[in-house]
């Protein structure tokens, strides 16, 4: 990708309260700047994606505003609370799930919640009573007395979340939070994400999956190699590409590659296949255009099922924004 200025839409409104404010972060690892000179500003109540292709440095931003990484310049508050003066107020204010459950899979889904709540300082009674609360919020009552290791993926990774709210936390930091998960479950944590952001809980999550960036984030913070790109709300992204987008299916899917390239020379533009493989899109800037471009692939005997013109999908900014498309594997960064 070229260097440019980073695409910067409105800001927040300043009259709500900001849960977490950075300013320059930076963190290395040798030669690697894996987080390099991060700005944000997070309101309270948000629900705040963090997006960017596979090494991008989310995780690792996400870890030095969780207080588990120390920043190596640059300045944060989180809740009021100074990162690095003040780590300890941090973390009494955070909760953070990661990619990967924080369960003991011998234990009962209750006697996990149990043990949790009593390492926060609950006694007997009220650790059983928080656990029975957070089961029925998370429609695991029924599972309660199923060892984790017999909980299907999306059960965990509610339980894995409710874990994290033994005590209500101002932010709670979700690093990939459906990787892995079914259509049916990833619905039923995007559900209980927006429920937590309506009680008043701050969310800052990371995410592979840019629909879920598009149906659940107010705004949305773009990074790439370290730096953020771009942020706006998922309108004002799609906004800021300057075109809309022409979508294309053929009748005949194995003259994909030749279409493509047969867009990309009459529109001076790169052509993205679907991750389906059934569609191309590729930017262009006016309607006569995108009639020429497929005239051409009609003249040379290329079958065009369908077409559309349209807003950018959120993929397609990304792919815009970064020049690389998104992976629907599991993100390994590449400094964690």
Known sequence: MNEASPVETTKPRTQTPLAIT????????????????IDLDVPRGMIFAILGPNG???????????????????????VGHDLVKEPHEVRSAIAMTGQFASLDEDLTGRENLILLARLWGFRGRQAKSRAD?????????DAAAKQVKDYSGGMRRRLDIAASLIVTPGVLFLDEPTTGLDPKARQDVWRMIRQLAGSGVTILLTTQYLEEADQLAARIAVIDKGRKIAEGTSRELKAATGSGFLHIALDDAARMEEAAQLLERRLDATAQTSVEGAELSVPVTTASAANEAIAALIAAGIDVSTFSMGQPSLDEVFFALTGQVTDAEDEKEAVS
């Not at 609360?133 to 009552?141: G, N, P, W």
């Open 133 to 141: 609360a957070l089961l029925s919020a998370f429609s695991l009552s």
């Open 56 to 78: 991008a440095g989310k995780t690792t931003l996400m870890r030095m505003l969780a207080t588990l990484s120390a920043p190596d310049a640059g300045t944060a508050t989180v």
């Open 22 to 37: 950075a300013r320059g972060l930076v963190k290395t690892f040798g030669e690697t700047r894996a987080v390099d000179g």
